[in-house]
């Protein structure tokens, strides 16, 4: 059974304090890991898509990097504005070959303090 | 360009009854998938639609389901009501599935007394 699991569950830092959230992920065959960001009472809105071992996206404060068995996200200097639950998601090669769900892990919570 | 709409934003049901939600997706966007969001099990994939047919479902009873029109807008029914099924449900779109991220809606908010 596909898994991805989010470390840590939530992190606090101070404004400018750099950090790292991890995405790790046990599945069958990789066919895209996907990064969201979700706001208190709004859907997920995308990120970042990443496809194969090595590959990096950035996007202002944020980069994600991804593994064969992890992906992470890295937020420098942050600002409170970046206060969010951030969601990583994988989508697999199986099920005929029209299987496009995504398996979602719990999130991480971040809390920026100005 | 719109992003994804659902409707409505918030409902209230009692246990047995049965519910409908709505769900626009993006224009050109073939693809609808629908989510089940709760703080104990986060996002579980519900089910997806393209092109009218349900594509593939996630492990949820009978109760649910959904259905695409050919403007590929879709609908989500639940009968008889649980309380369980207390959660934000969303809906997402993509072009047409495959390797490409998917936008969401801000969700439907069902509670069920």
């Known amino acids: 059974e596909d898994q991805v699991t989010q470390s840590p569950e939530a992190l606090r830092l101070q404004e400018g304090e750099s950090s790292s959230l991890n995405c790790s992920y046990t599945v069958s065959g990789l066919r895209g890991l996907f990064w969201y960001r979700q706001d208190p009472g709004k859907g997920p809105e995308f990120l970042f898509t990443?496809?194969?071992a090595g590959e990096e996206k950035e996007k202002e404060r944020l980069k994600a990097t991804l593994t064969k068995k992890e992906s992470f996200l890295h937020i420098t200097a942050p600002k409170p504005e970046d206060s969010a639950t951030y969601l990583c998601a994988v989508q697999v090669v199986g099920g005929g070959g029209s299987n496009y769900k995504l398996t979602f892990g719990k999130g991480t919570l971040l809390t920026v303090n100005p | 360009k719109a992003g994804v709409t659902q409707t409505p934003r918030y409902l209230i049901k009692t246990r047995g009854q049965q519910v409908t939600l709505s769900c626009s997706p993006i224009s050109g966007h073939r693809s609808v998938s629908w989510y089940q969001q709760t703080p104990g099990q986060g996002l579980q994939f519900l089910f997806e639609y393209f092109s009218e047919t349900q594509r593939n479902k996630g492990n949820f009873p009978g109760r649910f389901s959904g259905r695409q029109f050919s403007n590929s807008r879709s609908e989500m029914n639940v009968s008889t009501l649980e309380l369980g099924d207390s959660a934000l449900y969303l809906c997402a779109s993509s072009p047409d599935g495959a390797n490409q991220p998917q936008h969401f809606g801000d969700g439907t908010r069902l509670s069920i007394l």
């Open positions: 990443l496809y194969s």
